[in-house]
């Protein structure tokens, strides 16, 4: 069986480090395209040598620009490497925009697609990742679903039909790092940040957290006037919108660093006293990890992690005490139980490619059995 990956962006690579590493020793053919979507080092290059992840066999190069932009030049450079190879399957992640382009480049060619991390809604069409999500798992021929809300999700759009519970990989992944990391010394920390001392790990990229001047403006005040220190390693999009418009990010609370190498993210998230963050992924992690986390957005992707007071949705964050009452919550008592799986997720995805796809004597390379 021949596997294509298609990945692009810094989420996508975590996640195959789980698929790659179920791959490595079946026999299959496991074919990684990396897109370039994200084309900084920090956001791609650092996630195949700190995760052992193998080298992407084709490199699409396709860098920055508007949605329309980047998804047509994924398009136009992809579909000439899949009429190549003519893989069995097309595997696609999450929710880029790689993700709606390999998908569209594979289903146009007639070539199986299944989507990894299928079923998950916002309910935000604001958010381009919404749209992304929604188009994947209209076209894909197989779903892997994270979460039983997942696979209800998608039994009410229509979808049982294609869908598989999987379980989450970043499960995998996540928890084989902290195995790894845990009662060491975050690296990496912003100058100003004591990791002996209490502090908050924050993240902001989302465009519509980004794009809006004002918006942008009332979420840095908001961190800047916490009473510990935060440690923001700061996305290439929130660097950029800052200084078009003006926003000062090195003030009050918030120490500035780079994005983070995934073992790096997680030590620090094992060693703050909370997370803040409108990242779906790092949600998750916070979740996982035993961290309460406060979600900059008014939805989530993960509404698991809600569940006992793990994670609180703050739409409009203020300069206030209760803004930072919220973000210092104590730890809940709750258990977390195991909603996202318990780390075999990757496994699970590759038999389940294995198991639909025609092995019957003379069939095509692609030919899908239905569940």
């Excluded at 809604?121 to 188009?135: G, I, K």
Aim: glycine fraction near 10%; hydrophobic fraction near 45%.
């Amino acid at each position: 069986m021949r596997v294509v990956s298609i990945v692009g962006a810094r989420p996508q690579l975590v996640k195959l480090a789980a698929v790659a590493d179920a791959f490595a020793g079946t026999g299959h053919e496991h074919v990684i395209v990396h897109t370039g979507q994200h084309y900084d080092a920090n956001l791609s290059d650092v996630f195949f040598e700190g995760l052992g992840i193998p080298e992407p066999d084709v490199r699409l190069g396709v860098g920055s620009g508007t949605h329309g932009v980047q998804t047509g030049a994924v398009l136009a450079k992809l579909d000439p490497v899949l009429k190549e190879l003519r893989p069995d399957w097309v595997l696609v992640y999450g929710d880029t925009n790689s993700t709606v382009a390999g998908a569209l480049s594979a289903v146009k060619q007639g070539i199986p697609t299944a989507h990894l991390e299928a079923g998950l809604r916002s309910y935000d069409r604001r958010m381009p990742e919404e749209h992304n999500r929604v188009l994947t798992d209209h076209c894909a021929d197989l779903l892997l679903a994270p979460t039983p809300a997942a696979v209800a999700l998608l039994e009410g759009e229509g979808l049982a039909a294609r869908t598989v519970l999987v379980g989450d990989v970043m499960v995998d992944v996540c928890l084989r790092v902290a195995e790894r990391v845990r009662g060491t010394a975050p690296r990496g920390l912003p100058d100003g940040i004591d990791p002996a001392r209490p502090y908050l790990l924050a993240t902001v990229h989302r465009a519509e957290n980004t794009d809006d001047p004002a918006r942008l403006a009332a979420l840095v005040d908001a961190l800047a006037s916490l009473p510990v220190p935060v440690a923001l390693p700061a996305h290439p999009r929130l660097l950029a919108r800052a200084r078009e418009f003006g926003i000062e990010l090195r003030r009050g609370a918030i120490r500035l660093g780079e994005p983070l190498p995934y073992a790096a993210l997680v030590a620090e998230v094992l060693g703050a006293a909370a997370v803040v963050t409108d990242s779906g992924g790092l949600q998750k992690e916070a979740y996982l990890l035993g961290r309460p986390c406060t979600t900059l957005r008014s939805t989530t992707e993960w509404p698991e992690s809600l569940a006992g007071g793990w994670n609180v949705l703050v739409e409009q964050p203020a300069a206030d005490a209760v803004f930072a009452a919220t973000v210092l919550r104590p730890a809940p008592s709750a258990e977390r139980g195991t909603p996202f799986g318990e780390g075999r997720a990757a496994e699970r995805a590759v038999r389940t490619l294995e198991e639909h796809v025609d092995t019957r004597a003379g069939a095509e390379p692609g030919m899908v059995v239905r569940a």
